[in-house]
């Protein structure tokens, strides 16, 4: 399967660290990219290649990889990070772009 | 500074052809790896990529939807087009193009979406 599958959603209080996960059997291969979406805007990218971070990303965002599942985690949570997650990546092939079903981080 | 901006209707008919344009600055197809994308998002939903055109014609398109669209570029206007045809009630959706790279190397290729534009709402609807 070409999918990626994330949790609908995760909840976190302020302070704490988020974990969103992201499995498909193509990761192992491929590298996981993730992007953060607030409501009525267009997505922005937080990590790419498993674990890089653009320029201008908080230092508080994060990715790893290991075996069919890549992570975002997000240490000591702030209000301005509830949003949708999603990841994306490719298929096994790289022949073409596959997106998850995104995470709606909630903090509490 | 790269930026990305949608154009096109904001309401078609069921059976129509949609034609959206991407018209962006701050990059050229002259550089090796650079490609712009589309993306789309229904309401609530979450993100499905449509396709892709990368600076040597390198073009890739959703398997699920590869026999409706077309994408094309015109380098002289830095503009980027994609098409889709027949259009239908579930092909709702605000439509993203975004800025990508692709990366060769000798496990994979890899590609992501690092610059979006704002997105354009496309209501199919009679």
């Known amino acids: 399967s070409n999918e990626l599958t994330q949790p609908p959603s995760v909840s976190v209080s302020p302070g704490q660290t988020a974990r969103i996960t992201c499995s498909g059997d193509?990761?192992?291969?491929?590298?996981g990219h993730w992007y953060q979406q607030k409501p009525g805007q267009a997505p922005v990218m937080v990590i790419y290649?498993?674990?890089e971070r653009p320029s201008g990303i908080p230092e508080r965002f994060s990715g790893s990889s290991s075996g069919t599942t890549v992570t975002l985690t997000i240490s000591g949570v702030q209000a301005e990070d509830e949003a949708d997650y999603y990841c994306?990546?490719?298929?096994?092939?790289?022949?073409?772009?596959?997106f998850g079903g995104g995470t709606k981080l909630t903090v509490l | 500074q790269i930026t990305l901006k949608e154009s096109g209707p904001t309401l078609v008919k069921p059976t129509q052809t949609l034609t959206l344009t991407c018209t962006f600055s701050?990059?050229?197809?002259?550089?090796?790896?650079?490609?712009v994308g589309w993306i789309r998002q229904p309401p609530g939903k979450a993100l499905e990529w449509l396709a892709v055109?990368?600076?040597?014609?390198?073009?890739r398109y959703g398997p699920s939807l590869k026999s409706r669209l077309t994408i094309t570029k015109d380098t002289s206007k830095n503009q980027v087009v994609l098409k889709m045809t027949n259009m239908d009630p579930v092909d709702t959706a605000t439509y993203f193009c975004?800025?990508?790279?692709?990366?060769?190397?000798?496990?994979?290729?890899?590609?992501?979406?690092?610059?979006w534009g704002q997105g354009t709402l496309v209501t199919v609807s009679s």
């Open positions: 975004a800025h990508s790279r692709i990366h060769y190397n000798d496990v994979s290729t890899y590609y992501y979406f690092d610059y």
């Open positions: 701050g990059f050229s197809f002259s550089t090796s790896g650079v490609g």
């Open positions: 055109i990368y600076w040597g014609d390198d073009i």
């Open positions: 193509a990761l192992p291969k491929q590298y």
């Open positions: 290649k498993d674990s």
């Open positions: 994306q990546s490719a298929d096994s092939s790289s022949s073409y772009v596959v």
